[in-house]
T-cell receptor, first 112, second 110 residues
Framework: NAGVTQTPKFQVLKTGQSMTLQCAQD?????MSWYRQDPGMGLRLIHY???????DQGEVPNGYNVSRSTTEDFPLRLLSAAPSQTSVYFC???????????FGPGTRLTVL | GEDVEQSLFLSVREGDSSVINCTYT??????LYWYKQEPGAGLQLLTY?????DMKQDQRLTVLLNKKDKHLSLRIADTQTGDSAIYFC??????????FGKGTMLLVSP
């Protein structure tokens, strides 16, 4: 099992550009989430999904869209990047034994 | 409030015990977690505890839970320089979504 994979590892965007952060898991987990990590802020939940076709907002959803067309994939879209979206983004998928979240390695995004 | 609170910094000497503290807010929380993050890396789950437990021990790690005070602690015995990292407390808010504290930076000096 590869676990949770994220691409790209690093990305630099200009203000106003759009992009999609990819996330995939091969553990057949129903639950998937996106978090952003900013210095001194811990991790904050952006969006999450409880299964294919079902998504919901987290604590900081503005400026981000998600979709879940398959169990494996949960892409995060930035429609018009802003400098405030400079952050490290982590994708996670949820198991069932003790609700453990498995985290991907992260994507470091810089918006100029 | 909605926050998970942690102290920001802890410095210990190698071989000492480290205790990292956390307070959480949701009395209906089921699982509480401790994650470790080394510089530039992702999150590593260290241990977790179910909210009907008082204590859990896993090798050098001991988790204590005081439900009345909503207080969670992580004790690392015989702390090593390799334990230097940021430690996050997190609570499960349902559907495997987590609310994190801001993290405690642990610095272990030789």
């Amino acid at each position: 099992n590869a676990g949770v994979t994220q691409t790209p590892k690093f990305q630099v965007l200009k203000t106003g550009q759009s992009m999609t952060l990819q996330c995939a898991q091969d553990m057949n987990h129903e639950y998937m989430s996106w978090y952003r990590q900013d210095p001194g802020m811990g991790l904050r939940l952006i969006h999450y999904s409880v299964g294919a076709g079902i998504t919901d907002q987290g604590e900081v959803p503005n400026g981000y869209n998600v979709s879940r067309s398959t169990t494996e994939d949960f892409p995060l879209r930035l429609l018009s990047a802003a400098p405030s979206q400079t952050s490290v983004y982590f994708c996670a998928s949820g198991g069932t034994s003790h609700n453990e979240q498995f985290f991907g390695p992260g994507t470091r995004l810089t918006v100029l | 409030g909605e926050d998970v609170e942690q102290s920001l910094f802890l410095s210990v000497r190698e071989g000492d015990s480290s205790v990292i503290n956390c307070t959480y807010t949701d009395s209906s929380s089921t699982y509480l977690y401790w994650y470790k993050q080394e510089p530039g890396a992702g999150l590593q789950l260290l241990t977790y505890i179910f909210s009907n437990m008082d204590m859990k021990q896993d090798q050098r790690l001991t988790v204590l839970l005081n439900k009345k005070d909503k207080h969670l602690s992580l004790r690392i015995a015989d702390t090593q320089t390799g334990d230097s990292a940021i430690y996050f407390c997190a609570e499960n808010r349902g559907y495997s979504t987590l609310t994190f504290g801001k993290g405690t930076m642990l610095l272990v000096s030789p």
